[in-house]
């Protein structure tokens, strides 16, 4: 067995290719039903949907021995040493990353004249945590966007509990620019995107695809 030590639970296998080891992904839910198929080859089972204690492991009823790869955070790590020296602990390398701001990605994302930097994208895409910080800022500024067209801006800033500041006068500009259908369609898409994680857990590649089509959506 062995643990990856990490932040932010992974789901893209990509993100391990440094261990070079054979994996599949599995959910924490079907272990029960994995016990026979451990030993028809030497693929390491890889949880990709739950963090891991102590208590979740012992209910689980497997031995140290077999193939499988946990994810826990580093709190847990000592309780996990203590059962045995047949676990093996990984070490997920933390990304140095570019100090970018959500605003920052939007707009590259309304901008027709400028294309998403791979720095940026990967800045709001490598873990899910920073995804849904920005789908939290984003999807605001949709619902924003939309009811604006609508009502005055300082009945939305009432409405939205926040400041009639330089956002008001920004997203004036941009609802010129971009139709209430494409703005629908945006919050549809930023809706579905987030119903997709929760259900299906983070993958890297559907949260890229997101940005790109929203941006080829919403660019002028």
């Known amino acids: 067995m062995k643990l990856l030590v990490t932040d932010n639970l992974v789901s893209n296998l990509d993100q391990l290719n440094s261990f070079d080891i054979s994996l599949e992904k599995m959910s924490i839910k079907d272990i029960p039903n994995q016990a026979q198929s451990l030993f028809e ?7 990709f949907d739950e963090f891991i204690t102590v208590t979740s492991f ?15 955070k580093k709190s847990n790590l000592s309780k996990f040493t203590n059962l045995g020296s047949s676990i093996d ?5 933390s990304q140095i990353k570019d100090n970018y701001f959500p605003w920052d990605l939007t707009n590259t994302i309304y901008s027709s004249r400028k ?3 791979l720095k940026l994208l990967d800045s709001f895409t490598s873990n899910e945590r920073d995804f849904r910080n920005f789908l939290t800022y984003f999807i605001k500024e ?3 966007l939309k009811m604006l067209i609508e009502f005055d801006q300082k009945e939305v800033a009432e409405i939205l509990n926040e400041k009639n500041d330089y956002k008001y006068k920004d997203a004036l500009k941009k609802i010129k620019s971009v139709d209430q259908n ?26 890229k695809r997101y940005l790109v089509s929203i941006k080829k959506l919403l660019e002028f």
């Open 89 to 93: 602990v990984l070490h997920l390398d």
């Open 115 to 117: 294309s998403i930097d």
């Open 142 to 144: 949709l619902i924003r």
């Open 41 to 47: 080859n030497d693929k390491f089972k890889f949880i």
């Open 182 to 207: 494409k703005i629908d369609r945006a919050i549809q898409y930023t809706y579905k995107i987030e119903k997709n994680v929760n259900q299906y857990g983070y993958e890297i590649e559907n949260s």
């Open 58 to 72: 012992n209910k689980l009823n497997i031995n140290l021995e077999d193939n499988y790869i946990f994810q826990i």
